[in-house]
């Protein structure tokens, strides 16, 4: 069967229409089949490049078509990387992600990307990288420096997805994504909500994940963050139970995936979040900082947890 294949836009959205306790019902019991039902997966992110970017994501601090304050920083010092990666590892997060406000990377700085790539992984770290677009070759060295994970998203529907971007194509997006999996490195990919699109934009995203050619490992799920100066500053359009409902949706369609509770948790009450766990979330960011934007303190965190009842993912090497 090819992936993706039974689904259709009825049947998620029959979902959808599900009440609510009986969606979140099924959603649980799918994500216990396939994960432990106590267990969270810890993450933590850092801009090794920062601002400038010559996309116009209409979402996005570090587009440069924006004036939004954000300071623009050059490639990063590797000694400072291997800092903030041990320091992630110390507070329990066993992947570690790096991100470059770039439209695809430069050959100049792409050395350097490999370089960081194998020092976290040398400590010990699943590794995972976002720096846009790429080709063949750079995804090749990519997999060459033992990368783990490549977090691409397509971000919204494709029938959206021009109101958001106008620098680069769904079908861009897909070839990269492609690329990333004939090379044999695992996908992250995901979307935001919030950004005004409709229950059916949501809907046709979710059904573009399934249908990639490679089962997704994982699957960031993205709450818009209103930066000032960009044209979604205004936005904050999903309802909180719309949004649980699609991590619910996601976990069904995706019962493999790890689900991150990704950009926006700041927003977020304990209650809300703990709904998102109950939904199927079983990964989030850990540290203050995301790439640009804030994200609960370490310690807001680990008392979540532990109210919760959820316990950190302990590190294996990545299959
Ligand atoms: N430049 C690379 C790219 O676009 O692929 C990597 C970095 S980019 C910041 C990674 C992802 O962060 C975006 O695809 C988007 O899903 C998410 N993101 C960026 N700004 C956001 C915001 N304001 N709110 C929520 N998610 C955001
Ligand atoms: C993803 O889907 N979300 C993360 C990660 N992948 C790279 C990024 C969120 C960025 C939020 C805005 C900021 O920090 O600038
Ligand atoms: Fe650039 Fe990525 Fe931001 Fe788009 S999301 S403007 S590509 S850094």
């Known amino acids: 069967m090819i992936a993706g294949q039974k689904w259709d836009t009825q049947k998620v959205n029959a979902l959808y229409e599900l009440p609510f306790t009986q969606l979140l019902f099924e959603a649980q019991k799918t994500h216990r089949q396939h994960f432990p039902g106590d267990e969270v997966e810890l993450c933590t992110l850092l801009s090794v490049k920062t601002g400038a970017c010559p996309e116009d994501c209409a979402y996005c601090p570090q587009s440069a078509h924006y004036q939004t304050g954000v300071s623009r920083e050059k490639i990063m010092a590797l000694e400072k990387v291997i800092e903030h990666a041990k320091c992630a590892k110390e507070n329990g997060a066993i992947r570690f992600c790096m991100g470059a406000a770039w439209r695809n990377p430069p050959k100049k700085e792409f050395p350097k990307i490999l370089a960081m790539i194998r020092a976290v992984k040398a400590l010990g770290l699943e590794t995972c990288v976002t720096l846009g677009m790429l080709s063949e070759e750079q995804v090749a060295e990519l997999r060459e420096a033992g990368l783990d994970f490549y977090n691409h998203n397509l971000d919204t529907s494709p029938e959206f997805y021009d109101k958001i971007i106008t620098t680069r194509t769904y079908q861009d997006r897909l070839d990269t994504l492609h690329r990333v999996h004939q090379a044999g490195i695992n996908l992250c990919c995901g979307g935001i909500l919030g950004m005004g699109e409709t229950r059916e934009d949501r809907i046709q995203l979710l059904l573009q994940l399934v249908r990639l050619p490679q089962p997704l490992k994982s699957v960031p799920i993205n709450r818009l963050i209103p930066f000032d100066g960009t044209p979604l500053e205004k936005k904050n359009d999903i309802d909180n139970i719309e949004f649980i409902r699609t991590i619910a949706v996601t976990r ?35 540290g203050d900082k995301l790439l640009t934007a804030r994200n609960p303190e370490c310690n807001a965190d680990f008392t979540l947890l532990k109210k919760l009842g959820l316990s950190a993912k302990e590190y294996a090497a990545a299959s």
């Not at 990704?262 to 990964?283: D, K, T, V, Y």
């Open 252 to 286: 069904i369609m995706l019962p493999h995936s790890i689900i991150r509770l990704s950009a926006g948790r700041i927003f977020m009450s304990e209650e809300m979040q703990a709904l998102c766990f109950m939904a199927g979330a079983n990964s989030m960011w850990l």
